[in-house]
Structures are given as C-alpha cells and as structure tokens.
C-alpha cells in the first residue's frame, strides 16, 4: 500500500529555534498534503491543507507565520514551526491524498516535538 | 459544523471477546464517515469508510460498522476481538463536497486483555 513518511520522529528543541518537519509520499504522488496536531487524548487537528506549487490552506487560529508548510513537489511537503515555543510542544501528523477521494489519504507516522 | 463525539476514552476486553466502539456525528448532510486504527509508531490505517449505499460496511481485519442516520451513529464492531487489535481507533466526519475536510473524535484507547 502506499506510505508516508515522516522525519524525524522525534525532535527536542529549545525555545526560540525553528524545526522544520518533512513529510515525503515514497510511492505515490499526492496532489493535496495535510497537517494536523495531537494533543495527548484529544482528536487530530487539522491545521493546514497544502497542495503542490501553492501556498498552503490555514484552518482558523492557525498562525500561518508560525507554522509554515511548503509543498514544493508532489511527494515532499514541509511544516517548519518557527521560533518555538513550549506550548508548540505536540505529536504532528501528515497525510497525502491522491485526487479527491476522501479514502485515498495516507498518515504518516507523526513526529512528536518537544520544545524546552 | 461537523464533529465527531467518542464517548469511550478507554475500553478492555478479553481475547476473544465482541467488541463495539462508538461513535456519533454532527453533521447537516449525508456524512462520509470513516474508522482509523493508529498503532504505537505507525500512521493511521483506514479500517473502513461510508459514503453511501449499504448501512452496514465492512473493513479489514474482520471490522464492521453501521451506519444509522436515526441515531447519528456508526458504531464499529468485531465478532472476536485479537491481541494484535489493542490500539487506538479514531472514528472521523467528512464533508461531501466542496473542501472535504475531515474532522476526527478523540479516540477510544482499546485495551486487550488475554
């Protein structure tokens, strides 16, 4: 089946520096990338809707300068969380989508960040 | 808006046992609604989806789910429950149209106990 790869799985950080977090489709080209945070025991939240060669979609209360996702091919798609911060400490996820069938969207295996 | 309530935060059961995870919506129109297992490390793997047609649908390893519009539910359900299926399941909304954006519940934590 088609995968999504995330790196890396971990990062630490200290506050005030920027981690940029990769989310690469290895068998597949995606068309539409997706962002979502977790926070622990609560449902995945979407953030951001990217698709290739565009700039990327927010959902509301998302900081675009924040958090900025760059989606320069159709397998590679990037969030780079900007002057971090403990409260940006969280498990992010990627999907891809191939087309627009809802059911062609692929998880990647997150990246948890912790920011000190 | 759509949302997506799991009112399980945790369930246990034996090896062997039935399971049923549930699961209720908000939404204005016919719903596409879908069950994600995530496991420790691995991405969300799609178990199965409802667009339309048939209420009762089936997914991979031996799940099921039922949709019922009277009850804003779809339920997910497995006959005899493994050892390997204690993960965490996430039921989720999408919109049928336009942005198509899916909204997830908070998850239900499976325990499976031998």
């Known amino acids: 089946g088609a995968v999504v790869s995330q790196h890396p799985s971990w990062v630490i950080c200290k506050s005030g520096t920027s981690v940029k977090i990769e989310c690469r489709s290895l068998?597949?080209?995606?068309?539409?990338m997706f962002w979502y945070r977790q926070f622990p025991k609560q449902s995945l939240m979407l953030m951001a809707t990217?698709?290739?060669?565009?700039?990327?979609?927010?959902e509301q209360g998302v900081e675009k300068d924040k958090f900025l996702i760059n989606h320069a091919s159709l397998t590679l798609s990037t969030l780079t969380v900007t002057s971090a911060h403990p409260e940006d400490s969280s498990f992010y996820i990627c999907?891809?989508?191939?087309?627009?069938?809802?059911?062609?969207?692929?998880f990647g295996p997150g990246t948890r960040l912790l920011v000190l | 808006a759509q949302s997506v309530t799991q009112p399980d935060i945790h369930i246990t059961v034996s090896e062997g046992a039935s399971l049923e995870l549930r699961c209720n919506y908000s939404?204005?129109?016919?719903?596409?609604l879908f069950w994600y297992v995530q496991s420790p490390g691995q991405g969300l793997q799609l178990l199965l989806k409802?667009?339309?047609?048939?209420?009762l649908v089936q997914g991979i390893k031996g799940f099921e789910a039922e949709f019922k519009r009277s009850q804003s539910s779809f339920n997910l359900r497995k006959p005899s429950v493994h050892w390997s299926d204690a993960a965490e399941y996430f039921c989720?909304?999408?919109?049928?149209?336009?942005?198509?954006?899916?909204?997830f519940g908070t998850g239900t934590k499976l325990q499976v106990i031998p």
């Open positions: 989720a909304v999408g919109s049928s149209g336009g942005y198509q954006k899916v909204t």
């Open positions: 068998d597949f080209q995606a068309t539409t």
């Open positions: 999907s891809a989508r191939v087309g627009t069938l809802q059911e062609t969207q692929y």
């Open positions: 939404y204005g129109a016919t719903p596409y």
């Open positions: 990217s698709n290739e060669g565009s700039k990327a979609t927010y």
């Open positions: 409802y667009f339309s047609g048939d209420t």
